[in-house]
């Protein structure tokens, strides 16, 4: 490593730091103000948790169900449609690592009848909550460690299609023994789900199969589950979380493997400042950015939009397509 290429990238590094701070700080005053975004035994057999298990007689009221960020609420709103009502609790655009819950959503949380939430690690705020049921969407599942020293676990599950119906059938069997009235909804809708998710997972297989390359550089570690399922090689500038610390060392090693591989395409996600990306792209042959979605959350014009789950899955296929140069 040379003392100039550190001498080139520190001062742009000082810069990204500043940028990050007036990020960071905004974030935090967006997720202060903000309030749930409408758009302790254990059953170990369906992760449910209850506080005095209770099940619902009244088919005339919907399920008041409250998920903890992006994706589990999709899941949850394919599976209960028109039988919840439902909200989640990190708002659009908001990365959901440290998130943390006001009062007032913690308050919000408590009159729900269901909080749906991923688990491993995710949301550490979940033992504040005292909800009467809880669905953990992730019970079962074979977790990964991004670091197996500490034993963290890697939440990413939702990225690997397969795990995601997992998830959805955690779901579905939660909402079935909550809700025994609409048990028949919450089946046929999980059932056309899963057979959408496992549409999903034959197009990455048929896509990605004729790929020249099979190593990507994502923003933070986020795709280890997608990469073992499918068979490719994740490198992240970041660690597991996006707002870890980046420094000038990790960021000359990336630019490092992305030369001596070959890649062109650095990725950036769109709940974080992109601009660490832009310097690896601006140091190698022909580089360029592109999203590459972990799919925490959305932003509030995609939701309305009506853009969800799959449609970020297949647009993180198409973008990671043209870093692996797959065939079209």
Not at 38 to 43: I, M, V
Not at 129 to 134: E, L, T, Y
Request: glycine share 6%; net charge negative; aromatic share 8%.
């Amino acid at each position: 490593m040379s003392i100039m290429r550190i001498v080139i990238v520190a001062p742009v590094l000082s810069l990204l730091f500043l940028f990050y701070l007036l990020y960071h700080n905004l974030n935090a005053q967006s997720i202060s103000n903000s309030t749930l975004t409408n758009p302790n035994g254990t059953d170990t057999s369906t992760g449910i948790s209850k506080i005095g298990q209770q099940s619902r007689t009244n088919s005339s009221d919907k399920l008041v169900v409250i998920s903890s960020f992006f994706p589990i609420d999709e899941f949850v709103r394919k599976i209960g449609g028109v039988a919840v009502q439902s909200s989640v609790l990190v708002p659009p655009g908001v990365e959901p690592h440290d998130f943390e819950p006001t009062i007032n959503q913690i308050q919000a949380l408590n009159s729900a009848d269901v909080l749906v939430y991923n688990d491993l690690g995710l949301e550490n705020w979940i033992q504040k909550i005292n909800v009467i049921n809880k669905i953990n969407a992730s019970k079962g599942l074979n977790a990964s460690y991004t670091d197996k020293r500490k034993m963290i676990p890697d939440p990413h599950v939702w990225l690997d299609p397969l795990l995601a119906k997992k998830q959805v059938e955690n779901i579905r069997d939660g909402l079935m023994m909550i809700d025994p009235n609409h048990k028949d909804t919450y089946f046929e809708n999980a059932k056309s789900f899963l057979t959408e998710l496992d549409r999903l997972d034959k197009t990455i297989r048929s896509d990605l199969e004729s790929c020249k390359k099979r190593d990507f550089i994502s923003f933070h570690n986020s795709f280890s589950y997608f990469a073992k399922r499918y068979g490719v090689t994740q490198h992240s500038i970041s660690g597991s979380s996006p707002e870890a610390e980046i420094t000038p060392t990790r960021l000359i090693e990336i630019i490092d493997l992305a030369k001596k591989s070959g890649l062109s395409v650095i990725y950036s996600e769109e709940l974080v400042d992109p601009r660490y990306s832009l310097v690896i792209a601006q140091e190698i042959p022909n580089g360029k950015v592109l999203p590459l979605s972990p799919i925490e959350g959305i932003a509030r014009n995609e939701q309305n939009s009506g853009i969800g789950y799959v449609d970020k899955m297949n647009e993180n296929i198409r973008n990671l397509s043209v870093g692996l140069e797959c065939n079209q």
